[in-house]
């Protein structure tokens, strides 16, 4: 209770997640992590076998789905009721999961591509909006962000972000998302506008490695950067 200072309730002990490609980089870039969303009226946790919803008020298990991660750290989002999860491998694809908040069975599943760098999977859930890399065209020339549906997963539209474009691997750290911009790391900041699908690309600002960015109040905000 934050007016307290009590515990309401607590969970019994999970196993976090881990990023066990190593992709040469040090021990702190893999280390793990639970994650955790939180919608209305329930609380979602993600191991790297499954996804647990516990009621908010009390604590007890509404339900469990089997998610195993894919080979990497995952990305877990609550939104309007439905449970967002991935990437998982399921028959050799890479799909990512909507989940029904109230049940936790599938809704519907989508494949995508993620362009980042020792980071946990990129999507977001903008205006009713799922949004990510459309599969198979996630670099160079082909590059596409894809919109679906947020409830029933049908695609809505695309957008090109080939001119996102660089011989550079993404930074190490998020894309971060408004409700008006995705603000990749790629090399810099570029910044794709959801309303008119156009690109900005800005090579000149980046932000600390696994941090990132802060997009907040009409500004950008950075620290000091570490390369």
């Known amino acids: 209770d934050p007016k307290t200072d009590e515990i309401l309730w ?18 702190t870039l893999k280390q793990g992590r639970l ?3 939180a919608d209305n009226d329930f609380v979602v946790a993600a191991t790297p076998t499954e996804v647990i919803c516990f009621e ?14 894919k080979n990497q750290l995952g990305s877990l989002v609550a939104y309007r009721g439905n449970v967002y999860y991935g990437p998982i491998s399921r028959s050799g694809e890479t799909i990512i999961l909507c989940l ?6 599938e809704r519907w599943n989508a494949k995508g591509a993620d ?8 999507f977001y859930l903008v205006n009713d909006h799922f949004i990510i890399g459309a599969p ?14 947020a409830t029933t997963g049908e695609e809505v539209r695309r957008i090109d972000i080939s001119a996102i474009n660089s011989a550079h691997h993404h930074r190490c750290y998020r ?12 090399e810099g900041i570029e910044c794709v506008d959801f309303r008119t699908g156009k690109v900005s690309v800005n090579r000149w600002v980046r932000g600390a490695c696994l941090y990132g960015i802060m997009p907040a109040n009409g500004l950008i905000y950075f620290s000091p950067e570490a390369c």
Not at 115 to 122: K, L, P
Not at 136 to 143: F, I, L
């Open 10 to 27: 607590e969970t019994e002990t999970m196993e976090s997640q881990a990023d066990f490609d190593a992709r040469g980089k040090s021990a």
């Open 35 to 37: 994650l955790i969303a």
């Open 56 to 69: 908010l008020n009390t604590g007890m298990i509404r339900w469990r789905a089997s998610a195993e991660c």
């Open 100 to 105: 029904d908040g109230e049940s936790g069975t």
């Open 115 to 122: 362009w980042t760098y020792s980071t946990s999977a990129n």
């Open 136 to 149: 198979g065209k996630n670099r160079g020339s082909k590059a596409e962000l894809l919109f679906l549906n």
């Open 175 to 186: 894309n971060k998302a408004t409700e008006n911009f995705l603000l990749m790391g790629k």
